[in-house]
C-alpha cells in the first residue's frame, strides 16, 4: 500500500520510520517532512495545513492510507475533508479534534462527566478575568484557550505575574486569535505523565506510558518549550495508577464524546498531572506527542498498520500490542535562542557515528539535507533516543550518542531520565 504522512517533525520521523516497517507498505511519503525523513520517505512539498493540496495528492497518487501527525491539520478538518472525498485518513475529525483546539470544550466536557481535573473558569473579558484572579490569589494557571504551540500557558507565583500575563495574551494579543478567551485554573501539583491511547470511537488501547520534559533547563526551569526531552515507561505509572487513568479518564473520556455526538478515532492523549496516585487531567490532545512518540514508538513491538486501520475501522476489539521491555530515553537538541528567536543553516556533526551506535535512534525535528549535509532548520533540531534495559542504562546510551553531535549554539537538557531514576531507588 501506499502511505502518506502528514508533518515535519520528531514525531513524524518516528512514526515514518515506524510504518516503514510494515511488510504492506511499498511507497512511503511524507508532506512536508524534513531531511531525516528524506531519507526513508519520499518528501512531498505541501504544507500540513494546506488540506485541499494534500487532498488533491492523495488522489493523484492513489495514496491508500493518510497518517496526520499534528494538531492543525486536525483542528482545521483534514479527516473531515479527506473523509468527504472517500480518501482513508487516520486522525480525530474536526468536531473530536476540539478536544484540544478548545481548552474551554474539553474543561466543560471533563466537568459535565465528572473527569477528575483541576478548578478553572474561563473568560472573555480581561477585567473579570483580573477580578477572578486577585479572588484566588497565586500561585494560579493562565491559559490562552485556542493552539498556542505548548506555549499559551503560564504557571504564575504571584498575582502581579498572573495579571501581567493575562494582559499579554487578552491585550497585546501575543498568541493571536488564540487569546480571544482566557481560562484561570487552579494549580496542580505531582508529577506529570504523558498517557497515549488509540481509540476506534469506543474502545481504547493504551500505549505505553511516558513523561516529557516542557521546561528549556535542567531541572525543569525555564520557560515552556514543546518538549525538550521524554522517557518511556514513566514508574510513576504504576499498574494502579494505569488502572486508575484508564477507568477514570481514558475510557470516561471516549465514552463521552460518543455520547455527546463527538466519536473519537484517532489518538487520544492525556497530559497528566499524578499527586500520591491520584491523577488528574492537565490537558487533552488529539495527536501522538513530540518528543514522546520518540521513546514510544522504539518500544513498539509488531506493526503499526493494522491499528491504524482498526481505529478507521471502529474495531479495535482483540487487538493488543506489546512494549520491549527496555526503557528509552529521548533527548532532544535544540538551536541557540529556543524558544525564542533562534537562527538556521547551521552545519550538524556527527550524526553518523552517534547512530552507528547500538541502541540509539536519532529522528530529525527541523533539518534539513542539502549537498550532502544536515542544517538546522528549526528550533527543535533532532532527538537522540537511547534503548537500555532500564532508564539508567537507556540515559547513559542517550547522552554518550548526544555528546558526538554539534553545531554552533546546539543546547539540551542534562537530565531527562533522572526523575525517573528517583522513582526506582525509593
Ligand atoms: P497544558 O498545555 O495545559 O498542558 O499546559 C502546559 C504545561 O503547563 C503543563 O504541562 C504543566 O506543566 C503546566 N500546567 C498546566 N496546567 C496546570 C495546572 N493546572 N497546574 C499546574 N501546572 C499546570
Ligand atoms: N510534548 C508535548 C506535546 O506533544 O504536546
Known amino acids: 500500500m501506499k502511505v502518506l ?15 516503514s516497517q510494515s511488510p504492506q ?13 528524506s531519507k526513508i520517505a519520499h518528501c512531498i512539498d505541501i504544507e500540513t495545513t494546506d488540506l485541499e493540496g494534500l487532498a488533491r495528492f492523495c488522489k493523484d497518487h492513489k495514496i491508500d492510507l493518510t497518517v496526520v501527525g499534528p494538531e492543525l491539520p486536525l483542528t482545521m478538518g483534514i479527516v473531515d475533508l479527506f473523509q468527504g472525498e472517500g480518501l482513508k485518513v487516520f486522525g480525530a475529525n474536526r468536531a473530536a479534534a476540539q478536544i484540544e483546539g478548545s481548552k474551554a470544550f474539553a474543561k466543560d466536557l471533563m466537568k459535565q462527566y465528572a473527569i477528575p481535573t483541576a478548578e478553572y473558569r474561563v473568560f472573555e473579558s480581561r477585567d473579570e478575568a483580573a477580578a477572578y484572579i486577585r479572588k484566588k490569589g497565586a500561585p494560579i494557571v493562565v491559559k490562552a484557550d485556542g493552539l498556542a504551540a505548548g506555549k499559551g500557558v503560564t504557571v504564575a507565583e504571584t498575582i502581579q505575574e498572573a495579571l501581567e500575563i493575562l494582559d499579554r495574551i487578552m491585550v497585546q494579543r501575543v498568541f493571536g486569535e488564540a487569546g480571544e478567551r482566557v481560562m484561570i485554573e487552579e494549580r496542580l501539583v505531582g ?6 491511547a488509540f481509540s476506534d470511537g469506543k474502545r481504547v488501547l493504551p500505549m505505553a506510558s511516558s513523561q ?19 522517557y518511556s515507561p514513566a514508574p510513576v505509572v504504576t499498574p494502579e495508577v494505569h488502572r486508575r487513568i484508564m477507568q477514570e479518564i481514558m475510557i470516561p473520556t471516549i465514552k463521552a464524546l460518543a455520547a455527546e455526538g463527538y466519536p473519537y478515532q484517532g489518538v487520544l ?6 499527586q500520591d496516585g491520584v491523577p488528574k487531567v492537565l490537558e487533552f490532545n488529539c495527536r501522538l506527542g513530540d518528543p514522546e512518540t520518540q521513546p514510544i514508538l522504539v518500544r513498539m513491538n509488531g506493526d503499526l498498520i493494522p491499528i491504524l486501520e482498526a481505529c478507521i475501522g471502529g474495531d479495535l476489539g482483540g487487538l493488543e500490542i506489546s512494549w520491549d521491555s527496555s526503557a528509552a530515553v529521548c533527548v532532544v537538541m535544540a538551536s541557540q535562542g529556543y524558544p525564542g528567536a533562534y537562527e538556521k543553516g547551521g552545519i550538524i556533526q556527527g550524526l553518523e557515528e552517534a547512530e552507528r551506535m547500538e541502541g540509539v535512534y536519532i529522528f ?20 537522540v ?6 532508564i539508567k542504562e537507556a540515559m547513559e546510551t542517550t547522552y554518550r550518542a548526544a555528546s558526538k553531535i554539534s553545531w554552533d549554539g546546539v543546547h539540551y537538557r542534562k537530565d ?10 525509593e
Open 5 to 19: 504522512v502528514v508533518g515535519g517533525g520528531g514525531r513524524e520521523h518516528t512514526l515514518v520510520w515506524k510504518i
Open 25 to 37: 507498505v511499498k511507497d512511503l511519503y511524507c508532506a512536508p517532512g524534513n531531511g531525516g525523513i
Open 191 to 196: 508529577e506529570e505523565v504523558s498517557f497515549i
Open 212 to 230: 516529557d520534559h516542557k521546561p528549556i533547563y535542567d531541572d525543569d526551569k525555564g520557560p515552556n518549550t514543546g518538549g525538550m526531552g521524554a
Open 269 to 274: 492523549y492525556a497530559g497528566l498531572m499524578i
Open 364 to 383: 530529525h525535528a527541523g533539518t534539513t539535507h542539502e549537498a550532502g549535509e544536515y542544517l538546522t532548520n528549526g528550533g527543535r533540531v533532532l532527538g
Open 385 to 390: 533516543t537511547g534503548l537500555g534495559k532500564g
Open 416 to 425: 531527562i531520565g533522572r526523575k525517573a531514576l528517583s522513582w526506582l531507588e
